[in-house]
């Protein structure tokens, strides 16, 4: 059926070159856009078609997820080790010795000093140079510390540091005693005490971990050094043959006073003694002849019976200086030796205000030790009690005959 005029005749169509193609009939308007026929999908191509390109099309794809996958997760992890940390107040934290990144990174996980040991572990591996450590020791870690801080810090070795003071005049026992009592410091001593004198008195700073031989030997070290550098600038004058006596009377010194301004006077006193070939008669070594290095309890005096006890120290008994040194002497008391004052005084006794009086008689000396048994007797002493310095009324009978006594 065809479409016809007003006059009933049908209606042909024609093509493009004029051919008559048959009736036109007349569509709806949805009918007249949908497509006649729709086009197949061009075939792909046998090269498109291939395994391997599938294949490399994968891997390309699955690269790209990994690329960006990987930058997220980096950024995550310099953002995270960069962040301040979860920690709310101050903390101490140790590293022993020998501890690996993947230990340290664990325990500050477990004490909740950061959050993710992942991170600190394997972050912090990026910034240590080849054969480069976290050291070992106690860090004081702040509040909020940031994995990076909390690295560098234990990257410097910037630990907590202790101290132990050993004053001068100790003996070695007395030493030990204090390093065996610390409650830091760590392992054994030597089992063999080092010879008296050896141990430079000093305040040694040590961190957590630090062996107690490890400070004894730093203390011998630096005696040892301080002994030849003053020796090398001594008074060669001075009747003084080895290092070993300058050591020994140095220790006489330093027991015989503790003030600074009078070390170089008491020497000067032993030096003219020495020269005199008179004998020192100096109570601390009667101390150490009876006690050693245990030392004097605090509450026991020295009695006039200790000055007649035979002991190889009474340099009451003995001439000249004893066989070692009776405590470790500091740098004042060994300078004070080296180059002491140049004077006459041969005596010194206590005057009551914790220094001492110099005579270079014995008329003198007698006069002060009066003064100051009379000192004592106000306190009410026992007057058995022996007086600081030589005894009273006492001339040396080892004295020269050209000597003041």
Do not use: C
Not at 288 to 305: L, N
């Amino acid at each position: 059926m065809s479409d016809t005029n007003q006059n009933g005749e049908a209606i042909y169509g024609r093509d493009g070159a004029g051919v008559t193609k048959g009736p036109i009939i007349p569509k709806s308007a949805t009918e007249a856009l949908r497509p006649e026929r729709v086009p197949d999908p061009p075939r792909r191509s046998r090269k498109a078609r291939s395994q391997l390109i599938i294949f490399l099309n994968f891997l390309m794809t699955l690269t790209v997820v990994v690329a960006v996958a990987a930058v997220l997760a980096f950024y995550y992890a310099i953002s995270t080790y960069q962040a301040k940390g979860p920690l709310a107040v101050n903390t101490n934290f140790i590293v022993r010795n020998g501890a690996g990144l993947a230990e340290i990174a664990s325990n500050l996980e477990r004490n909740d000093v950061i959050s993710d040991a992942r991170i600190f572990r394997y972050v912090t591996a990026t910034y240590l140079a080849d054969n480069e450590t976290l050291k070992a020791g106690e860090y004081e870690i702040k509040a909020g510390a940031s994995m990076r801080e909390i690295m560098d810090l234990l990257k410097s070795g910037k630990s907590i540091l202790y101290s132990v003071s050993l004053p001068e005049g100790l003996t070695v026992r007395q030493m030990f005693r204090r390093l065996q009592e610390d409650p830091v410091l760590e392992g054994e001593l030597p089992g063999d005490l080092p010879a008296e004198g050896s141990l430079r008195p000093d305040t040694y700073k040590f961190s957590r971990g630090t062996k107690r031989a490890e400070i004894v030997e730093q203390m011998q070290a630096a005696q040892e050094k301080l002994i030849d550098q003053i020796w090398e600038k001594r008074d060669a004058s001075i009747p003084l043959t080895s290092k070993e006596e300058f050591v020994t009377l140095a220790s006489i010194v330093e027991k015989e006073t503790g003030k600074a301004d009078e070390r170089a006077h008491v020497a000067s006193v032993f030096i003219n003694r020495l020269e005199r070939g008179m004998r020192l008669q100096s109570d601390p070594t009667i101390v150490y002849g009876i006690f050693g290095g245990e030392g004097k309890p605090s509450d026991r005096p020295i009695f006039q019976s200790d000055l007649q006890k035979e002991t190889p120290y009474n340099t009451y008994k003995i001439k000249g200086l004893p066989p070692t040194p009776i405590a470790n002497p500091g740098r004042a008391a060994l300078e004070a030796v080296a180059n002491p004052w140049r004077t006459k005084d041969l005596y010194f006794v206590a005057d009551g205000t914790g220094g001492h009086v110099f005579a270079a008689t014995l008329e003198e000396h007698n006069a002060n030790v009066k003064r100051w048994r009379k000192i004592e007797a106000d306190k009410g002493s026992d007057p058995n009690i022996a007086v600081d310095g030589q005894p009273a009324d006492q001339p040396d009978p080892s004295a020269k005959k050209n000597s003041t006594n």
